[in-house]
């Protein structure tokens, strides 16, 4: 019962346009939101992050958008560089619970 | 200040042969955690340390895994007899005692049971 979902697998965009990667959960108790991105033979790198009690945080051309009540994440890379391509994996913590729970991740390719 | 270091890197074993993998987390971070990505699925979370004691084990699979951070510095865990489907990459990952949002993560050891 996967309680993190990134429906889908890859995504393939032009250099300079933007990236949206999208992440859906289902339990309502998760009340921080992270993104990591991992290159291949490297383990995950934390990206950036929101709490449940914001609906945007924003550095630099990252910005992830939370909506609570569509049980909804999502990452904006604005402009996509070539050296954003890797898998992104959006997890969750939830209440005094340090363990992360992820979704299955997303193959970013940014063309040049 | 150096980072996670997992070792080894690459482990290829025979069903039924012992695997022991290491993780050496961030100097000072109390908080250690394994992982484990098994191929096209989600990385998994299998348990947590502060310090030298367990204070998560739910994710692991079975007692055949056994897991240890003794003097609360590096960590172990050990695969006894390994199957097929222990197969996978296995992180480990530490955290500031102070910081409770960012885990940092090593670069994995692949293990392949044969």
């Known amino acids: 019962d996967q309680q993190v979902k990134q429906n889908s697998p890859s995504l393939s965009v032009q250099e300079g346009r933007i990236s949206i990667l999208n992440c859906d959960y289902t339990n309502s108790m998760f009340d921080y939101f992270l993104w990591y991105k991992k290159y291949p033979a490297e383990g995950p790198t934390f990206l950036i992050s929101?709490?449940?009690?914001?609906d945007k945080n924003e550095d630099g051309r990252f910005t992830v958008f939370l909506n609570k009540s569509a049980k909804h994440l999502s990452l904006h890379i604005v402009p996509s560089q070539p050296g954003d391509s890797a898998v992104y994996f959006c997890?969750?913590?939830?209440?005094?619970?340090?363990?992360?729970?992820f979704g299955k991740g997303t193959l970013l390719t940014v063309n040049p | 200040e150096a980072g996670v270091t997992q070792f080894p890197s690459h482990s290829v074993i025979e069903k039924g042969q012992t695997v022991t993998l290491r993780c050496d987390p961030i100097?000072?971070?109390?908080?250690l955690y394994w992982y484990r990505r098994v191929m096209g699925k989600e990385i998994k979370f299998l348990l947590h340390f502060v310090k030298e004691s367990k204070q998560d084990e739910s994710g692991m699979p079975n007692n055949r895994f056994l897991a240890e951070r003794t003097g609360g510095t590096y960590s172990t865990l050990k695969v006894q007899p390994a199957e097929l489907e222990d197969s996978g990459v296995y992180f480990c990952?530490?955290?500031?005692?102070?910081?409770?949002?960012?885990?940092?993560f090593g670069p994995g050891t692949r293990l392949t049971v044969l």
């Open positions: 997890a969750v913590l939830g209440g005094s619970n340090y363990k992360l729970t």
């Open positions: 100097s000072g971070h109390d908080n």
């Open positions: 990952a530490s955290q500031d005692r102070a910081n409770t949002d960012t885990q940092y």
């Open positions: 929101i709490s449940s009690i914001k």
